[in-house]
């Protein structure tokens, strides 16, 4: 499965950005997407995940409530729409995937990987 991240970029802090993770050559259907984000220094912490079969998400709790994680009908593309962004959201946000219904927060559950988009959230 190749992923490829894109929407990444430069907001002020209280903006929007939406990044979008697309499949080629197949669809996420029967799989878990999940967004995972590095920023500098730190470790890699989960963001959001999505169930394409079920529809159910799961968020982190220092983005519930801003971001939301979605499909399109064709199920090639899941989307991260981050609202009321802060400085603390600056990171390399990696999209994900894994084999199977169920949620995970852990990246070690994820076996493919896209490249990473940056998100700059400047105060």
Known sequence: VQLQASGGGLVQAGGS???SCATSGRTFSN????WFRQAPGKEREF???ISTWTGDTRY???VKGRF???TNDAKNTVYLQMTSLKSEDTAVYYCSARAGRA???YG???AYWGQGTLVTVSS
């Open 31 to 34: 799989n878990g997407v999940g």
């Open 68 to 70: 939301t994680i979605s």
């Open 47 to 49: 963001v959001a995940t």
């Open 108 to 110: 070690y559950d994820y």
């Open 60 to 62: 982190a709790d220092s």
């Open 17 to 19: 950005l939406r990044l």
């Open 103 to 105: 949620l995970s927060t």
